[in-house]
Structures are given as C-alpha cells and as structure tokens.
C-alpha cells in the first residue's frame, strides 16, 4: 500500500490482475462443475480462489475473486456469464422504461461478499486484499449490448443520441459501484480497483463529457474510506491524462505505452501500475526477465510503482513462470534500489 501512497518501499510490489484463477491447474479442479456466477457467491470457494496464488507466488496483494457481473446479478438483472461468451444480458437495456431493472443494492444483497472479505482478512495477515468493481462505461455496454461486443454499437448510440437516458443509466451504475466497493472494504479490504476494462473504445473528448464525471463520482465516495483507489482501463493511452482526473491514487496503464511515457500523460501525484504485455510471459525467459526489468527501469521514473501486467493473466500462462516473474521483480527492484 505504500507504493500506492507513492511512500519508500524496499521493492516493487508486484501483483496480477487475474491471479485468483484462470491459469492455475488448483483453481481449474475448485470451479469443476460451478458455473462462474456460483461459484461468485460462494464465501468457502471464493476464499479458497483468491488465497490460491498468494500461496503459490511472491505477490505482495491478492485480488478478491469475484466478477464485474455479480453486483448487477444481486440485485436482480437477468444474466449469465456463459463459457466462452462472457456475460450475456437477457433483457437489454434500451429505454428509460428499462432502468427500473436497476434498483440500488443493499449489504444484505451480498452478504457472501461480506464474509468472504472478513474471512480473507484474517487468513491474509499483513497482505493487502484489493477489491474491485466493473467501470460504469464497461458495465453500461453489457446491459446495452447485451453481452460482450467488439465495436459497442449501440452503446456509443446511446452515448451519443441519447444523453440523458446515457446520464441516467451511467448513474444508476455508479450507485451500484460504489455500494458494492463500499460493502467491500467494510468487511475488511485494504485497497479497490475499478476496472472500466473497455472504456479505451471512447474517444477522449467523449470520455470527459459522458464517463468521467461518473467515475470521479464513485472515487470521491470512495475518499473518506481512506482506502487506496486503483484505476484500469485496457486501450487506454489517449484516456491515461483524463483517468487520471477521474480522483484514484494509481492509473493502470496496459502494454501499449511504456510507463515513462505514461508519467507525461498522467498528472502529478499519482502512482502508476502494470504493464508487462501478459502475452510476453510466453517467450523464452530471458526475453520476460529482459522486458521486465525494462519496466521496473522505466516505473522508476513514476512518482510510485507497482508491476503488473498489461492485463490480466492468460488462461493457458505458465503458473511457474508467473513465479518466477514475481521473484524477479523483488530481486531486481531491491538490487537498483542498492545501487
């Protein structure tokens, strides 16, 4: 967490975004025969996921394993995440008569949420549990769409043709986010991301006007929590200096912009993280350890830094080189850092 505060550490943090699973053969036999959503509302398995790699790797974070769907699912909006798919939305939110379906969510919506955080918390010790939340733009294009979509047609027509039903939606979805992150950190996280894993399809100027005063609203309910606020988008280079703006502690930034350059793009007193490109990690090693001290060398010119990857972790990644990465990063963070 310090590095999130842009305070002296004795190494780079590291973590993954989708550590909790995915790649891991442990996690492959816990989710055998539980559908994603179920296996999302179930505190012993949802403790079991997220602990998974914070056993088998040297992160200094676990990441609570949930979904972005699963506020929206609590609170009673028709949908499944379907193998190979994604989130598919049975009926899709088109007219203002359609936001009805989003009513706002309460604690007791989530009650496996809740002792699942709480019984992290005490397993964990001293390592951080980050918890996370969907992005109001990457959120609205699901209801819209009415699952995953690769040009957000009709989303974007919505933004653009429909501002006020757009605000509205965008709101709604904010109140959603920040309930959720809040029940989140109640029962005991130490940090939220947001991730708005889409967002980077909004031009820059659209982006101000139709999503950023929605997310600055949600990191400034999150403030007085006094939590570290991590913010991630995926295509985001045009958007780094806007996100920026949007209130978080640290700006994820993907492959695409090396960090050094990301530091012009993004405001002053914020930390940065990421941003190995998760596709390296299938390279010879010593192209991963040669991209990889590339970006801690380049993360020193941040304010604060925390490795990651560009994106989250691959399905078919090699668990021990993920270890090995992890290892890298505090060794050689801690030789620069003696130098």
């Not at 991301?193 to 929605?214: M, T």
């Not at 993907?254 to 993004?266: H, K, T």
Request: aromatic content about 6%; charged content about 20%.
């Amino acid at each position: 967490m310090l590095a999130c505060r842009r305070r002296p550490v004795p190494h780079t943090p590291v973590w993954f975004m989708r550590q909790a699973g995915r790649s891991l053969p442990e996690y492959l036999r816990v989710r055998e025969g539980v559908p994603m959503l179920e296996s999302c509302t179930r505190p012993d398995m949802i403790v079991e996921i997220t602990m998974q790699p914070v056993r088998r790797y040297a992160v200094d974070a676990a990441i609570f394993f949930s979904d972005i769907m699963v506020p929206l699912k609590a609170i009673g909006v028709d949908l499944d995440i379907k193998p190979g798919v994604g989130p598919v939305i049975a009926d899709p939110i088109r007219t203002a008569a359609d936001l009805d379906a989003l009513r706002p969510l309460v604690p007791d919506d989530v009650p496996y949420v809740t002792e699942a955080v709480q019984g992290l918390a005490g397993e964990l010790g001293t390592t951080p549990l980050i918890g996370f939340a969907g992005g109001p733009f990457t959120l609205a294009s699901y209801l819209i769409e009415g699952g995953p979509s690769k040009n957000h047609e009709r989303t974007k027509a919505m933004m653009y043709g429909a501002p006020e039903l757009w605000a509205s939606l965008l709101d709604r979805l904010a109140d959603l986010t920040i309930a959720f992150l809040k029940v989140q950190v109640a029962a005991g996280a130490s940090a939220v991301q947001l991730f708005d894993s889409w967002v980077g399809a909004v031009a820059a100027v659209d982006y101000r006007e139709s999503v950023l005063p929605h997310t600055r609203r949600i990191f400034a309910a999150m403030e007085p929590l006094g939590v570290p606020r991590i913010h991630f988008g995926v295509g985001t280079g045009e958007l780094l200096g806007p996100m920026g703006e949007a209130g978080a502690d640290v700006v994820g930034v993907d492959w695409r912009v090396p960090l050094d350059e990301a530091v012009s793009r993004v405001e002053p007193g914020k930390a940065l993280q990421g941003n190995l490109d998760p596709a390296i990690l299938f390279a010879p090693w010593e192209i991963v350890e040669r991209r990889a001290r590339d970006v801690l060398a380049r993360g020193r010119t941040a304010e604060g830094h925390i490795f990651n990857l560009g994106h989250g972790v691959l399905p078919s990644t090699d668990p021990d080189v993920l270890a090995r990465l992890a290892d890298l990063v505090h060794e050689a963070s801690t030789e620069d850092r003696l130098q």
